[in-house]
Each structure stands twice: as structure tokens, then as C-alpha cells.
């Protein structure tokens, strides 16, 4: 849903926005206007345009091993947040103008102002990606884990215990005494 909502807006910006002055919404609160970001968050790193595919598809790769062990409701919306904004910005970073895997992303709400004076243009994408991760954030402090069950209390969310990464000789396959 992200992916189809964030290339829709971004369709619409292209088609009819980049060619008019900025649409002042809820009184000038939010602006759309039409730019386009070679760099990361805050423009950051413009000139390492090609880095941003392959980070956004290792994350993408990740999210899907993630969510195959995932039956917590929350937890499935929060990685879907993610991987939707994740994949919304790829989309542009393959197909989009300068050339594939260098494209520039659109972005298109400002807050405050015309010509984002005060906070950084964003996306659809950028939105999805904020608050799928803050949705994480929020549910791995609150103690609940992926797999749906909760924590005991003062400890994060981890869905399986950390410990060695080398199975204990002492202990068959199944955590039971040789």
C-alpha cells in the first residue's frame, strides 16, 4: 500500500505540480511543491548517489528474512512501514532521472514554506520509513517481540536470546543434557 500511495503522489507531483507554483495546504502548514534529492535525508551524501540501491536493497533483503518470523501485528505493520518506504525511494533511485541506479528521488511536502526554509522536503516514502522505524523503536523498548509474546520486564524485545553464537557442547539438538 505504501509503495502504491507513494508512487501515485510522486506521479501526481511530476505531472502537475512541477509545473505550477507550490499548493498551500491546511493554511500553509504543508506546502507540495516539487524538487528532486540526490543525496540522503537532508540532501546528505549527493554525490554518492550510486550507494543508496544497494543499501536500500540489502535493507529490503533483511525486512523479508524478518518478517518470515514475525506474528506480532505491530511488529508486521512497523516492518511493513519500512519496507514500503524503503522500496518507494529504490523505485526512484533505479527508474528515475539522471540515469538507473542514479536517479534522484522526488520529494514534495515542505513544511512552513514555499521553498523549505525550515525543515527538509520529504516524501510519501520518507514517511512511511520515520514511522515504521519509530513504531520499532517504541515496540522494542515497550518489550515486545516479533514473535508476539512480551518481554519480561527491563529487558528489550529480542526474539531469541543472544548468547553464543556456537551451540553449548553439553547440550543436545533440543537445549537437553548429552
Known amino acids: 500500500m505504501v509503495i502504491g500511495i507513494d508512487l501515485a503522489v510522486k506521479e501526481w507531483t511530476t505531472s502537475v505540480i512541477a ?3 507550490p499548493l498551500k495546504v491546511l493554511g500553509g502548514l504543508i506546502y507540495v511543491i516539487y524538487t528532486r534529492n540526490s543525496g540522503a535525508a537532508f540532501s546528505m551524501f549527493s554525490d554518492l ?3 543508496f540501491p544497494i543499501i536500500a536493497t540489502a535493507v529490503i533483503g533483511w525486512l523479508l528474512v524478518m518478517v518470515r518470523t514475525t506474528s506480532s501485528v505491530p511488529w508486521a505493520v512497523a516492518l ?3 519496507f514500503g518506504g524503503a522500496a ?3 523505485g526512484d533511485r533505479i527508474f528515475r532521472a539522471p540515469k538507473p541506479f542514479h536517479g ?4 514534495m511536502f515542505s513544511f512552513l514554506d514555499d521553498h523549505a526554509g525550515h525543515f527538509p522536503v520529504f516524501n510519501i516514502a520518507d514517511s512511511a520509513l520515520t514511522v515504521g522505524v519509530a513504531l520499532a523503536i517504541l515496540l522494542e523498548f515497550t518489550g515486545r517481540r516479533r514473535d508476539g509474546l512480551r518481554a519480561p520486564k527491563g529487558e ?3 526474539s531469541e ?3 553464543n553464537l556456537l551451540p553449548d557442547p553439553t547440550k543436545d539438538r533440543g537445549g537437553r543434557d548429552a
Not at 104 to 107: L, S
Request: without cysteine; proline residues 5%.
Open 19 to 21: 509545473h505550477r507554483e
Open 49 to 51: 548517489t550510486w550507494i
Open 80 to 82: 511493513g512501514l519500512i
Open 88 to 90: 518507494g525511494n529504490l
Open 104 to 107: 534522484h528521488v522526488v520529494d
Open 156 to 158: 528489550f524485545a529480542r
Open 161 to 163: 536470546p543472544l548468547g
